[in-house]
Protein backbone atom coordinates (compact mmCIF):
# COMPACT_ATOMS: atom_id res chain seq x y z
CA UNK A 1 0.00 0.00 0.00
CA UNK A 2 1.10 3.47 -0.58
CA UNK A 3 0.63 4.77 2.96
CA UNK A 4 2.72 1.86 4.30
CA UNK A 5 5.69 2.54 1.38
CA UNK A 6 5.59 5.75 2.29
CA UNK A 7 5.87 6.34 5.68
CA UNK A 8 9.67 8.13 6.57
CA UNK A 9 10.45 6.88 10.16
CA UNK A 10 12.77 9.34 11.86
CA UNK A 11 16.16 8.15 13.03
CA UNK A 12 18.08 8.83 15.81
CA UNK A 13 22.20 8.46 14.92
CA UNK A 14 24.44 6.40 17.01
CA UNK A 15 26.42 10.11 16.87
CA UNK A 16 24.91 13.25 15.99
CA UNK A 17 27.68 15.23 14.09
CA UNK A 18 28.59 19.25 15.62
CA UNK A 19 26.77 21.85 14.05
CA UNK A 20 28.39 23.52 11.34
CA UNK A 21 29.99 27.31 11.49
CA UNK A 22 28.05 29.59 9.47
CA UNK A 23 29.08 30.81 6.40
CA UNK A 24 29.15 34.77 5.86
CA UNK A 25 25.98 36.29 4.78
CA UNK A 26 25.26 36.23 0.95
CA UNK A 27 25.98 39.77 -0.80
CA UNK A 28 23.03 41.97 -1.18
CA UNK A 29 20.87 41.63 -4.71
CA UNK A 30 21.95 43.06 -7.73
CA UNK A 31 20.40 43.52 -10.62
CA UNK A 32 22.73 42.99 -13.69
CA UNK A 33 21.08 44.88 -16.94
CA UNK A 34 22.73 43.32 -20.40
CA UNK A 35 23.13 44.83 -23.96
CA UNK A 36 19.86 43.58 -25.51
CA UNK A 37 17.45 44.32 -22.65
CA UNK A 38 17.36 42.06 -20.61
CA UNK A 39 18.50 41.62 -16.89
CA UNK A 40 19.88 38.81 -14.47
CA UNK A 41 19.05 39.07 -10.59
CA UNK A 42 20.78 37.83 -7.60
CA UNK A 43 23.80 38.11 -5.58
CA UNK A 44 27.47 38.98 -7.90
CA UNK A 45 29.52 36.58 -6.03
CA UNK A 46 32.52 37.70 -8.13
CA UNK A 47 33.84 40.26 -10.68
CA UNK A 48 36.84 40.35 -12.59
CA UNK A 49 37.95 42.32 -15.23
CA UNK A 50 36.47 40.74 -18.22
CA UNK A 51 33.25 39.32 -16.42
CA UNK A 52 30.56 39.41 -14.02
CA UNK A 53 29.65 36.46 -11.68
CA UNK A 54 25.94 36.04 -10.68
CA UNK A 55 24.33 33.74 -8.07
CA UNK A 56 20.73 32.45 -9.26
CA UNK A 57 20.58 30.21 -6.79
CA UNK A 58 20.38 26.65 -8.57
CA UNK A 59 23.24 28.06 -10.40
CA UNK A 60 26.48 30.51 -10.94
CA UNK A 61 26.49 32.36 -14.64
CA UNK A 62 28.97 34.19 -16.34
CA UNK A 63 28.15 37.07 -18.13
CA UNK A 64 30.70 39.00 -19.84
CA UNK A 65 31.06 42.42 -19.20
CA UNK A 66 30.89 43.96 -22.88
CA UNK A 67 27.39 42.67 -22.31
CA UNK A 68 26.37 44.62 -19.19
CA UNK A 69 24.93 47.56 -19.17
CA UNK A 70 24.87 48.43 -15.96
CA UNK A 71 24.44 47.01 -12.79
CA UNK A 72 21.97 48.08 -9.53
CA UNK A 73 21.27 47.40 -5.83
CA UNK A 74 17.65 45.97 -5.55
CA UNK A 75 16.49 47.20 -2.32
CA UNK A 76 14.76 44.82 -0.28
CA UNK A 77 10.67 45.22 -0.83
CA UNK A 78 9.04 45.90 2.74
CA UNK A 79 7.15 42.72 2.97
CA UNK A 80 3.14 43.11 3.86
CA UNK A 81 2.59 40.75 6.69
CA UNK A 82 -0.57 39.63 8.34
CA UNK A 83 -0.67 37.75 11.33
CA UNK A 84 -3.26 34.90 13.14
CA UNK A 85 -3.25 33.81 16.41
CA UNK A 86 -0.32 30.87 15.74
CA UNK A 87 1.26 32.31 12.16
CA UNK A 88 1.58 35.09 10.27
CA UNK A 89 2.16 35.60 6.33
CA UNK A 90 3.74 38.08 4.31
CA UNK A 91 3.82 38.98 0.51
CA UNK A 92 7.70 38.26 -0.11
CA UNK A 93 10.06 39.23 -3.16
CA UNK A 94 11.37 36.44 -4.58
CA UNK A 95 15.04 35.76 -3.67
CA UNK A 96 17.97 33.18 -4.67
CA UNK A 97 17.94 30.22 -2.03
CA UNK A 98 21.02 30.95 -0.85
CA UNK A 99 19.91 34.22 0.48
CA UNK A 100 16.12 33.13 1.03
CA UNK A 101 18.11 30.08 3.57
CA UNK A 102 19.92 32.50 5.42
CA UNK A 103 16.73 34.71 5.69
CA UNK A 104 14.82 31.91 7.28
CA UNK A 105 16.59 28.84 8.92
CA UNK A 106 16.45 30.61 11.79
CA UNK A 107 12.94 29.57 12.40
CA UNK A 108 14.16 25.94 11.47
CA UNK A 109 14.26 23.87 14.69
CA UNK A 110 15.19 20.24 15.72
CA UNK A 111 12.88 17.90 17.37
CA UNK A 112 13.96 15.01 19.51
CA UNK A 113 11.74 12.38 21.31
CA UNK A 114 12.83 9.43 22.93
CA UNK A 115 12.46 7.33 20.36
CA UNK A 116 13.94 9.67 17.32
CA UNK A 117 14.16 13.09 15.90
CA UNK A 118 12.89 15.11 13.32
CA UNK A 119 12.48 18.86 12.15
CA UNK A 120 9.99 21.59 12.62
CA UNK A 121 9.65 25.14 12.05
CA UNK A 122 8.36 27.97 14.45
CA UNK A 123 5.45 29.74 12.99
CA UNK A 124 4.81 32.98 15.51
CA UNK A 125 6.83 34.84 17.82
CA UNK A 126 5.32 34.09 20.97
CA UNK A 127 6.59 30.08 20.25
CA UNK A 128 4.44 28.26 18.77
CA UNK A 129 5.96 25.16 16.09
CA UNK A 130 4.49 22.81 13.70
CA UNK A 131 5.95 19.49 12.71
CA UNK A 132 5.02 16.09 11.62
CA UNK A 133 2.49 13.45 13.65
CA UNK A 134 5.22 10.63 13.47
CA UNK A 135 7.26 12.03 15.05
CA UNK A 136 5.88 13.21 18.22
CA UNK A 137 3.43 10.20 17.92
CA UNK A 138 2.79 8.41 21.50
CA UNK A 139 4.09 11.80 23.29
CA UNK A 140 3.18 14.57 25.02
CA UNK A 141 6.50 16.62 25.27
CA UNK A 142 9.78 16.75 23.18
CA UNK A 143 12.90 18.71 23.42
CA UNK A 144 13.67 21.06 21.04
CA UNK A 145 16.83 22.63 19.53
CA UNK A 146 16.74 26.09 18.60
CA UNK A 147 19.50 28.06 16.37
CA UNK A 148 20.10 31.66 17.55
CA UNK A 149 22.15 33.59 15.33
CA UNK A 150 25.16 35.41 16.99
CA UNK A 151 28.35 37.10 15.67
CA UNK A 152 29.89 33.80 14.97
CA UNK A 153 26.89 31.95 13.47
CA UNK A 154 24.50 30.07 15.45
CA UNK A 155 24.31 29.24 18.84
CA UNK A 156 22.07 26.12 20.02
CA UNK A 157 20.13 25.64 22.35
CA UNK A 158 17.73 23.12 23.77
CA UNK A 159 14.78 23.48 25.27
CA UNK A 160 13.02 20.44 26.93
CA UNK A 161 9.90 19.46 27.64
CA UNK A 162 7.95 21.22 25.10
CA UNK A 163 3.87 20.44 25.22
CA UNK A 164 2.56 18.94 22.43
CA UNK A 165 -0.43 21.01 21.84
CA UNK A 166 -2.77 19.35 19.15
CA UNK A 167 -2.54 16.50 16.68
CA UNK A 168 -3.63 15.47 13.52
CA UNK A 169 -2.74 11.99 12.71
CA UNK A 170 -4.93 11.56 9.29
CA UNK A 171 -3.08 14.61 7.81
CA UNK A 172 0.24 13.83 9.77
CA UNK A 173 1.05 17.07 11.72
CA UNK A 174 1.40 19.00 14.68
CA UNK A 175 1.40 21.64 16.96
CA UNK A 176 4.02 22.07 19.97
CA UNK A 177 4.88 24.97 21.89
CA UNK A 178 7.89 26.07 22.75
CA UNK A 179 8.17 28.34 25.95
CA UNK A 180 11.45 30.01 24.93
CA UNK A 181 13.93 31.38 28.20
CA UNK A 182 14.37 34.96 29.04
CA UNK A 183 16.29 36.96 26.56
CA UNK A 184 15.87 34.34 23.92
CA UNK A 185 14.21 35.67 20.80
CA UNK A 186 12.28 33.79 18.42
CA UNK A 187 12.46 33.66 14.94
CA UNK A 188 8.79 32.92 13.10
CA UNK A 189 8.64 32.11 9.14
CA UNK A 190 5.18 33.07 7.37
CA UNK A 191 2.77 31.02 5.15
CA UNK A 192 2.76 31.03 1.77
CA UNK A 193 -0.06 30.20 -0.39
CA UNK A 194 0.54 26.33 -1.85
CA UNK A 195 -2.71 26.97 -4.15
CA UNK A 196 -0.09 29.03 -6.42
CA UNK A 197 2.45 26.50 -6.59
CA UNK A 198 3.28 25.29 -10.15
CA UNK A 199 4.52 21.86 -11.54
CA UNK A 200 8.37 22.97 -12.19
CA UNK A 201 8.54 25.61 -9.66
CA UNK A 202 11.82 25.37 -7.83
CA UNK A 203 11.24 24.52 -3.97
CA UNK A 204 14.41 24.16 -1.36
CA UNK A 205 14.35 22.14 2.19
CA UNK A 206 15.65 23.13 5.62
CA UNK A 207 16.19 20.61 8.28
CA UNK A 208 18.13 17.68 9.95
CA UNK A 209 18.55 14.53 7.96
CA UNK A 210 20.30 11.76 9.83
CA UNK A 211 21.19 14.32 12.68
CA UNK A 212 22.64 16.89 10.31
CA UNK A 213 21.89 20.04 11.27
CA UNK A 214 20.69 22.84 8.98
CA UNK A 215 21.03 21.18 5.93
CA UNK A 216 19.43 22.60 2.82
CA UNK A 217 18.51 20.78 -0.29
CA UNK A 218 16.70 22.19 -3.32
CA UNK A 219 14.67 20.80 -6.20
CA UNK A 220 11.37 20.78 -8.28
CA UNK A 221 7.59 20.46 -7.67
CA UNK A 222 7.45 17.48 -9.81
CA UNK A 223 3.15 16.80 -9.16
CA UNK A 224 1.00 19.51 -7.35
CA UNK A 225 -1.72 17.19 -6.26
CA UNK A 226 -0.38 13.54 -5.51
CA UNK A 227 -3.58 12.24 -3.81
CA UNK A 228 -3.06 9.53 -0.98
CA UNK A 229 -4.75 8.88 2.21
CA UNK A 230 -7.45 11.26 0.91
CA UNK A 231 -4.97 14.17 0.61
CA UNK A 232 -3.09 15.77 -1.70
CA UNK A 233 0.11 16.49 -1.01
CA UNK A 234 2.93 17.74 -3.75
CA UNK A 235 5.91 15.28 -5.01
CA UNK A 236 9.26 17.03 -4.80
CA UNK A 237 12.67 15.84 -6.02
CA UNK A 238 14.06 17.93 -3.38
CA UNK A 239 15.68 15.76 -0.76
CA UNK A 240 14.14 14.23 1.95
CA UNK A 241 15.69 11.65 4.49
CA UNK A 242 14.78 10.46 7.56
CA UNK A 243 14.78 13.48 10.46
CA UNK A 244 14.02 16.14 7.55
CA UNK A 245 10.34 14.73 8.58
CA UNK A 246 7.87 17.44 9.75
CA UNK A 247 10.64 20.28 8.55
CA UNK A 248 9.47 23.30 5.80
CA UNK A 249 9.08 23.47 2.55
CA UNK A 250 10.34 26.83 0.98
CA UNK A 251 9.50 28.28 -2.02
CA UNK A 252 11.75 31.00 -3.60
CA UNK A 253 10.26 33.95 -1.52
CA UNK A 254 11.20 32.06 1.53
CA UNK A 255 7.59 30.89 2.28
CA UNK A 256 6.60 27.91 3.71
CA UNK A 257 4.57 25.80 0.92
CA UNK A 258 4.63 22.83 2.44
CA UNK A 259 5.40 20.08 5.55
CA UNK A 260 8.02 17.63 4.32
CA UNK A 261 6.89 14.00 5.40
CA UNK A 262 7.16 11.13 3.66
CA UNK A 263 9.67 9.56 0.81
CA UNK A 264 10.49 6.33 -1.05
CA UNK A 265 13.40 4.82 0.93
CA UNK A 266 16.15 3.77 -1.59
CA UNK A 267 14.31 5.62 -4.65
CA UNK A 268 15.63 9.15 -5.22
CA UNK A 269 13.80 12.40 -5.97
CA UNK A 270 10.13 11.30 -5.29
CA UNK A 271 9.80 12.76 -2.02
CA UNK A 272 6.44 14.48 -0.69
CA UNK A 273 4.92 17.45 1.00
CA UNK A 274 1.81 18.23 3.02
CA UNK A 275 0.69 21.51 1.16
CA UNK A 276 0.46 24.33 3.65
CA UNK A 277 -3.15 24.52 2.84
CA UNK A 278 -3.77 22.01 5.53
CA UNK A 279 -1.20 23.50 7.72
CA UNK A 280 -3.60 26.62 7.93
CA UNK A 281 -6.52 24.95 8.53
CA UNK A 282 -4.79 22.51 10.90
CA UNK A 283 -3.42 25.27 12.83
CA UNK A 284 -6.96 27.48 12.39
CA UNK A 285 -9.18 24.54 13.92
CA UNK A 286 -6.35 23.75 16.25
CA UNK A 287 -8.95 23.48 19.13
CA UNK A 288 -10.40 20.41 17.15
CA UNK A 289 -7.10 18.91 17.43
CA UNK A 290 -6.22 19.57 21.46
CA UNK A 291 -4.09 16.92 22.83
CA UNK A 292 -5.85 15.79 26.03
CA UNK A 293 -3.62 13.90 27.97
CA UNK A 294 -5.50 13.02 30.78
CA UNK A 295 -7.20 10.10 28.47
CA UNK A 296 -4.83 7.70 26.96
CA UNK A 297 -6.37 7.80 23.55
CA UNK A 298 -5.05 11.58 23.70
CA UNK A 299 -7.89 13.20 22.87
CA UNK A 300 -9.39 10.75 20.28
CA UNK A 301 -12.63 9.37 20.98
CA UNK A 302 -15.09 7.18 19.27
CA UNK A 303 -18.54 6.72 19.36
CA UNK A 304 -19.97 3.25 19.32
CA UNK A 305 -22.41 2.90 16.03
CA UNK A 306 -25.97 2.83 16.74
CA UNK A 307 -27.73 -0.11 16.78
CA UNK A 308 -28.99 -1.98 13.46
CA UNK A 309 -32.74 -1.08 13.54
CA UNK A 310 -35.48 -3.90 14.50
CA UNK A 311 -37.33 -5.01 11.20
Known sequence: ?????????????????????????????????????????????????????????????????????????????????????????????????????????????????????????????????????????????????????????????TIRKVKVIAINPELDLALIKIDAPEGVALTPVFLGDSDQMQVGDRVYAIGTPVGLERTVGNGIVSVDNRTFNGFTHFQITVPINPGNSGGPLFNLRGEVVGVNSAGYIGLQGLNFAIPSRHVIDFLRDRAAYALDTSRPEFGIHYLPAPPKPKA
Open 1 to 157: MLAATLALGFLVPQSTPPAAVSAAPPPPLQRVHLADGRSVTGPVVKTTGDAVWVDLGFDVVRIPLPDVVRQEAVAAAAASVSAEDVFMRAELPERSIAEGAATVEAGVIKVESATGQGSGFITSRDGYAVTNFHVVDGETEVNVTLYLKSKNGYDLK
